[in-house]
């Protein structure tokens, strides 16, 4: 049961088999495909590991894959700042 809700919950077991029987999916894949879209959304990472219960950062960090769009913020960061003067 669901504490916040008083619903009942899906254990992961039986998830697992309905995800495979109906949509063809590995539970574990969905986990993966979470992190990597935290990642993408820029969560940090210890956020993550919290959320997909990796102790190692190195096993989480292979699912966050920064963007150009991302590289391009931290490059404007490290960026000197011209003087307009």
């Given at each position: 049961?669901?504490?916040?809700?008083?619903?009942?919950?899906?254990?992961?077991?039986?998830?697992?088999?309905?995800?495979?029987?109906?949509?063809?999916?590995d539970?574990?894949?969905?986990?993966?495909?979470?992190?990597?879209?935290?990642?993408d959304a820029?969560?940090?990472?210890?956020?993550?590991?919290?959320?997909t219960?990796?102790?190692?950062p190195?096993?989480?960090?292979?699912?966050?894959?920064?963007?150009?769009?991302?590289?391009a913020?931290?490059?404007?960061?490290?960026?000197p700042?011209?003087?307009?003067?």
């Open positions: 049961m669901c504490p916040h809700t008083g619903r009942a919950r899906l254990g992961y077991d039986r998830a697992r088999v309905l995800l495979d029987k109906y949509a063809g999916l539970l574990h894949q969905l986990r993966h495909s979470a992190a990597t879209h935290l990642g820029e969560i940090p990472l210890q956020l993550i590991m919290g959320k219960r990796h102790k190692n190195r096993t989480a960090m292979r699912y966050v894959k920064p963007g150009a769009e991302a590289i913020k931290v490059t404007e960061v490290l960026a700042r011209h003087r307009t003067h």
